[in-house]
Nanobody, 122 residues
Framework: QVQLVESGGGLVQPGGSLRLSCAAS????????MGWYRQAPGKQRELVAT????????TYSESVKGRFTISRDNAKNTVYLQMNSLKPEDTAVYYC???????????????WGQGTQVTVSS
């Protein structure tokens, strides 16, 4: 069993910043990647950013490049998303994602957090 606990969402004015955190715990054997996705009302869930275990490889959606930064603390199994220069179109529920294997021996699977609301509005 894997648990992902997110924090850091909220209401911010355009141009402001927020930092999201996601701590993973449970029966984790190996983590292949961690990332953030978001879902705005009436839209499909979309990729925001991902990061590999060593932190050497990151990917970003074109809409957030240059404004958002993903990072991780392997000792704490925690991934962060620093969001700067926020825009109203960044408003969405942000979900933490973990692609990992557990000690059960089952193939790698995707695990999701409960989501945290980010609202960018004046």
């Amino acid at each position: 069993q894997v648990q992902l606990v997110e924090s850091g969402g909220g209401l911010v004015q355009p141009g402001g910043s927020l930092r999201l955190s996601c701590a993973a715990s449970g029966n984790i054997f190996v983590i292949f990647a961690m990332g953030w996705y978001r879902q705005a009302p009436g839209k499909q869930r979309e990729l925001v950013a991902t990061i590999t275990p060593g932190g050497r490889t990151t990917t970003y959606s074109e809409s957030v490049k240059g404004r958002f930064t993903i990072s991780r603390d392997n000792a704490k199994n925690t991934v962060y998303l620093q969001m700067n220069s926020l825009k109203p179109e960044d408003t969405a529920v942000y979900y933490c994602n973990l692609h990992a294997m557990t000690h059960s021996g089952a193939p790698p699977n995707d695990y999701w957090g409960q989501g945290t609301q980010v609202t960018v509005s004046s």
